[in-house]
């Protein structure tokens, strides 16, 4: 079993930054992989970034280079630093975690992040 719970989202003006957050109820390092999904009003659930807990990284072409996915082992947290925000990027947020023994895979509530002037 694993809890997710997201924090961090706001409203925010294009063009500036904002760090989400994802408190994990177990050691990271026992969890194959960690990610962030969004989804927006009317669209369905993208990956927005994950990692592996081999390091691997994969970014969507939408936020590569302004995203930034990192773990904190020390604090079994997520986090997602995101800059240069645009107002496409607002959406609720999802931290996601999978296991791979069990295979099984599990999301927080969402975290909302509104990019607005």
């Known amino acids: 079993q694993v809890q997710l719970v997201e924090s961090g989202g706001g409203l925010v003006q294009p063009g500036e930054s904002l760090r989400l957050s994802c408190a994990v109820s177990?050691?990271?390092?026992?969890?194959?992989?960690m990610g962030w999904y969004r989804q927006a009003p009317g669209k369905q659930r993208e990956l927005v970034a994950v990692?592996?807990?081999?390091?691997?990284?994969r970014y969507d072409d939408s936020v590569k280079g302004r995203f930034t996915i990192s773990t904190d082992n020390a604090k079994n947290t997520v986090c997602l630093d995101m800059n240069i925000l645009k107002p496409e990027d607002t959406a609720v947020y999802y931290c996601y975690a999978a296991l791979v023994f069990p295979p099984k895979s599990y999301w927080g509530k969402g975290t909302l992040v509104t990019v607005s002037s």
């Open positions: 177990r050691s990271i390092g026992s969890i194959a992989t």
């Open positions: 990692i592996t807990s081999g390091g691997s990284v």
